[in-house]
């Protein structure tokens, strides 16, 4: 495609900090925080997200997919911060604990 192999490296950067969620720069935080920006949706949208999740992981029992997922919901409940930007922050923070919460009770 001709791009750049720096834009290239920037990338795969970029793609590679969603595994751990650490930004090295103020791209990368709004490009983190994009990828959970699903997490602060309207309830409505976030079940819709959580259902999928569920169906993705179809091939495990209720039993151990809930205790996956009970983990995964305190990781970002646990956390000074969900998001790293101040934008989302401001923007999302607040309905995306609501959201994990209600899951996390939910699943309990």
Known sequence: MGFPPGRIVRVERLI???HNHIAADGDGSHFLDADLAILGAAPDDYWH????IRKEYSM??????NEGRRKVLM???TR????ISNFFHHEFEAA??????RELEDIR
């Open 16 to 18: 590679h900090a969603t």
């Open 49 to 52: 997200y959580a259902d999928n």
């Open 60 to 65: 495990y029992a209720d039993t151990v997919y």
């Open 75 to 77: 990781s970002f409940l």
């Open 80 to 83: 000074e911060r969900i998001y």
């Open 96 to 101: 995306a604990r609501k959201n994990l919460q």
